[in-house]
């Protein structure tokens, strides 16, 4: 399972020309699941989103998470996130390693849910759905996280 996580001072995701999610400052999370994803690792992996200290102290230090700052997080799935492009014969990415949408579907629910349940306000994309990002990333900062 991969997580990018972007902080942002707002965010919201569109599907069909209609609002799906919005969040004010937080973070998006793009997340990927891959076929070896357990529902220990969207657990795990929500508890280091939430946890994650991307948002500046008093002193402009990374020092604290979105749950300090109260934001919110809006999480969107993207199995191109699982791609694998160092074996390609081409230039066209290996996406085999993506989970199916049956097995991926659930585990992106039980992140979220996680997430929730740890006091995060949580918005969503539409699973498997065509979505266009519309965001402002503050900093800019992204990180990467995986469940390995």
Same mark, same amino acid.
């Given at each position: ?28 999370? =793009? ?12 657990? *795990? ?8 200290? $991307? ?28 791609? #694998?492009?160092?074996?390609? *014969?081409?230039? *066209?990415? #290996? ?30 994309? $539409?699973?498997? +759905?065509?979505? +266009?990002?519309? =965001? $402002?990333? #503050? ?6 996280? #995986?469940?390995?």
């Amino acid at each position: 399972m991969r997580a990018v996580c972007q902080r942002v001072a707002e965010a919201r995701v569109v599907v069909d020309g209609e609002g799906s999610g919005a969040i004010g400052a937080g973070l998006l999370v =793009l997340l990927g699941v891959a076929r070896d994803d357990r529902v220990l690792d969207a657990e *795990r992996l929500a508890r280091k989103v939430a946890a994650l200290r $991307v948002f500046e102290d008093e002193r402009g230090r990374f020092a604290r998470s979105v749950l300090d700052v109260g934001g919110g997080v809006l999480v969107v799935s993207q199995f191109t996130l699982i791609a #694998d492009s160092k074996r390609q *014969r081409g230039t *066209r990415p #290996d996406f085999s390693a993506a989970a199916p949408k049956e097995q991926a579907e659930p585990l992106y629910n039980r992140f979220c849910e996680e997430l929730r349940a740890l006091g995060l306000h949580v918005e969503t994309g $539409v699973f498997g +759905a065509h979505m +266009a990002l519309e =965001l $402002v990333n #503050d900093g800019p900062v992204t990180i990467i996280l #995986d469940t390995s």
